[in-house]
């Protein structure tokens, strides 16, 4: 009887063996018919280009030996691993969902075919997401740090029907890891893609914390219109990566590349990473995310600081300043100062006071051992008034990133110069000028990058400017604070000079380094801004008396924006020169009447003196923001 | 019956000892609150880590192994840790997102949050009391102040 029950389970063993055998080789020959391996979604998963070859450098990423070279050799390992017996948490369902998910509706193959497989690693994680619809968000510029100096985006993950939960949600960010203390190397290791790339996973206020409290970033949040199965596709590819990074490049192979990347891979229809070939602008990338119809609602979350700015506005200056002074005063000083204030009032100087030294605290201005127990003192005695919270939400800018202009541009310009007719053609490859029309933008920040334009004058043709780098952080003075206002600028340019001399007729091109410092003033909405700063000059050139020479002076300038369409920027520069001996005036202007976002039309005159000469030139010209 | 209880207890006491500091993740938190024991230095090291950390898988809150009573899970501890300065902030005017979040993982009601808020901008002394230096005693005076209300005792 033993011997029966034994020979007829072998029989039967071996029966489901080689049942399971045909099921397999079935598979592989639909795999093989439909050519999924040259599926979009397959290369997609895969990281492949066009040459079949994947950019992943984990071996746990592949079941065939040659997986990583060879995407068919792949499909089939991993077609044939969906139907072997494994231990808790290692079958590929466990450890590739996305990719089991797709081959088995690819293939159609019943579940019920399948072995039954344990994941409580992945299940207890996803649980946890509770993915059901995603949200871009994009962190506004940041000019304290290179790498964050065009904005960042990130993805959150939100369950079903938790609005008012957004903040414990998860968020992915892609970002590079940096060990050490890397300083000055920091920059160029990110430009050369020297740091790995990876993916992380954090509760949602980390990120506001981060970039709202500590770093003063608005956060525009836009939720897309993928369906609940393509971002649980989505997430499911996240916990793919888990080992994986790829080098991590400021510029191009970014936060906001891979992050397109993650779109493409559930829209197999789209392409919006091949949009991004050599730069990815995390604007411009939202930009291309916009125009496919992919956003579904646009939520504002201002900074802290923001948000201290906007009550100063609303309660006025003098309140503020009461609240600067009562956050650093001891209890019963700031007791007598309060007195004098209704219960209004009071209530609105507590509010603004524990947000300002709040942000003092976190900017490492104010010592913790003062800071902690004076914030919580504050707060108490705010929560002893009767009255119902002061602060009113910032006003939302009118346009958000999107609508901003785009940060190419392309330009003409033609007019006289020393009674010369001139004609001007120039490009820039970013990002955001003082002129530009502002919508959309952080007023007051200036960054430019590769800017520059080709003159035509008197049958000659020769370059007019051309900029590597312009950077300026313009940060008026607030009540609570007097920041400084800051900037450099690195580039070839045309100079007024001949032998060593000013000139009134001839240019000479000289490298150029200026740097700025200093303070400046503004509205609380930003729409006139003036500014006074020191500013040296350093130049290098053939036409030099020494091949270089070193020029110091004040400079003051405003910014205004008068009406949603007109906007100028005047600019005084007086640098004396140490090889001439002599001062140098000169004054710069621009007015613009901008069409619509992306065109532009602008008058610019600019004048020089020196050694009793002047140098004049004045054009009118059209910009175009591709 | 309550054989098999007490067994489970047992195993669960066993295996968390067996499982020493290991069962708070990976990374600086543990490192940083080594030597403390008990569950407010578990919680707070798990909280800690990630901060310093790069990690997908460190998102565990909620599952750290170690619960508190109530309505206090370590998802409101983790939270309370993490967001004092808003939450403080809310606290203090008796309303704003953070509070209403907090008052969310407290699973209190729509009908009673109002409540919520006045009970906890009132007694916002108590609760950010000089004297409690880290969240669990700010969470302890929270739910000493709502065990007086009539209607928040509940949630206690």
Redesign the interface.
Known sequence: MKLITCTIATLMCHFAHASVETDIQNYLKIAEQKQLHQDVTWQRLMYADQSQKSEVAYDGYFYAKDGKNNLKNELQADIKALFINSADNQSIRCKFPARSRWLIQQLNIDTEKLLIVKCPEFD??IN??KPYKATLIYATDFMGNPSSMFGHTLLRLDPKDQK??N??S?AVNY?A?VSGEDNWSYAWKGLTGQYPG??????Y??KV?EYG?FESRDLWEYELNLTPEETRFLVEH??E??HVSFPYYFVSDNCAYRLLGLIDLVRPNLDLKKQFNYAAIPIETLKAVDQQHLVKEVVYRPALETQLLSQAKQHGTPLAKVAHQIAFQDVEKAQLLLEKFNRHDQ?KIL?MA??DL?LQYISRQVDADFAQ?Q??QL??E???IDV????QEPERPKKQPVEGHHARNLSVNVGELQGQKFIELGHRQAYHDLIDPQGGYRLGTQLLFLDGNIQYRDDQLKLEHLDLLTVNSYNPIQPFKSPITWGFNLGWKQEALDQGNFSDDQQHGVMNLNMQVGYSLADYDRRHLCYAQMQSHIQGGRSLDKGWRVGVGPTVGCMNIWTDTINSVVQIELPYWEDQSQWNLRVGSQFQYSLNSNNALRLNWNFEQQDHKDWSKVGLGYVWFF | MLKKIALAALLAAGSSVAMADNDVGCGAGTQIWAGQKGIAPKILAATTNGIFTNQLLGITFGTLGCRQGGTVTAQVVTFTNENAESLARDMAVGQGESLNVLAELMQIKATDKARFFAVSKENFAEIYSSKNKNTLQVLDSLQSVMAKDAVLKAYV
């Open positions: 207890q994680w946890q997401i008012q939960l903040l414990v998860y970002a890891t990876e993916y992380s996973l954090m509760p206020y980390r914390k409290d996240i916990w990566m888990q209530a509010e524990y947000d709040y127990p914030l919580r707060l108490a705010r929560s002893q119902e919270k002061q602060r």
